[in-house]
Nanobody
C-alpha cells in the first residue's frame, strides 16, 4: 500500500483544516487507517484511527471533540477534519495503514506510512 498525505498548510488558531490520505496498491478497505503526528523535537504520537469498515473510530484526548476521522473506501481515501485548531497542533501529520487489532495507538502496529504533511497553526 502506498499512502500520499495532503492538505496541510498554515492556518490561524481556531480555524479548520482537512487532511487527506490517498492509498494505492493493495486493497485499501481491509486496513485500519490512522493519523499520527510529530512535532519538532518530540516523538510521534497517535491522533486518530478508524476501522476498515468505518464503523469505529478512536481519538487521542488532544483531538476529541475537535478532530474527525473518516474514510471513503470507494475512493481509497481517509480524511482528518480538524476544527478549532490550536498552536500545539502544529506538527507533521502522517497517515498509516495496518491490520485490524489491538494496540492501535502504537505506531509499530502499522505497516505502511505516508510521507507526512506539515500543519502549522499560528496564534
Amino acid at each position: 500500500v502506498q499512502l500520499q498525505a495532503s492538505g496541510g498548510g498554515l492556518v490561524q488558531a481556531g480555524g479548520p483544516l482537512r487532511l487527506s490520505c490517498a492509498a494505492s496498491g493493495r486493497t485499501f478497505s481491509i486496513y485500519r487507517m490512522a493519523w499520527f503526528r510529530q512535532a519538532s523535537g518530540k516523538e510521534r504520537e497517535f491522533v486518530a484511527t478508524i476501522t476498515w469498515s468505518g464503523g469505529s473510530t478512536y481519538y487521542a484526548d488532544s483531538g476529541k471533540g475537535r478532530f474527525t476521522i473518516s474514510r471513503d473506501n470507494a475512493k481509497n481515501t481517509v480524511y482528518l477534519q480538524m476544527n478549532t485548531l490550536k498552536p500545539e497542533d502544529t506538527a507533521v501529520y502522517y497517515c498509516a495503514a495496518g491490520p485490524q487489532g489491538g494496540g492501535f495507538w502504537r505506531s509499530r502496529e502499522y505497516d505502511y506510512w505516508g510521507q507526512g504533511t506539515q500543519v502549522t497553526v499560528s496564534s
